[in-house]
Nanobody
């Protein structure tokens, strides 16, 4: 079974930094685009950053210049380095993979739209 597991959230003061990680587990062959989304209380989930398998990136305007998304394809892991954090960055952060090719039994499969369980990021003094 393919799963995404996030780690690295926590409480940080304004101006501080955190690094989130999201590791995909299972008999994975390849992962297409991966990304980070966030959902603040009372708000809709929003895209933060995405990265293609080849390393092309896109960011929400609100995080450009402060956040950096990266991935290690050999480890099936995506990262989000968050610097200069602001109180408005407070949210539950979710990682996502749009499609994952994996091996099960004697066959290959491709699943779509995988999500992690979320990790809380709180920016407060």
């Amino acid at each position: 079974q393919v799963q995404l597991v996030e780690s690295g959230g926590g409480l940080v003061q304004p101006g501080g930094s955190l690094r989130l990680s999201c590791a995909a587990s299972g008999d994975i062959v390849s992962i297409n685009t991966m990304g980070w989304h966030r959902q603040a209380p009372g708000k809709q989930r929003e895209l933060v950053a995405v990265i293609s398998r080849g390393g092309s990136t896109n960011y929400a305007d609100s995080v450009k210049g402060r956040f950096t998304i990266s991935r290690d394809n050999a480890k099936n892991t995506v990262y989000l380095q968050m610097n200069s954090l602001k109180p408005e960055d407070t949210a539950v952060y979710y990682c996502n993979a749009d499609s994952i090719r994996y091996y099960k039994g004697s066959a290959f499969y491709t699943g779509s739209d995988y999500w992690g369980q979320g990790t809380q990021v709180t920016v407060s003094s």
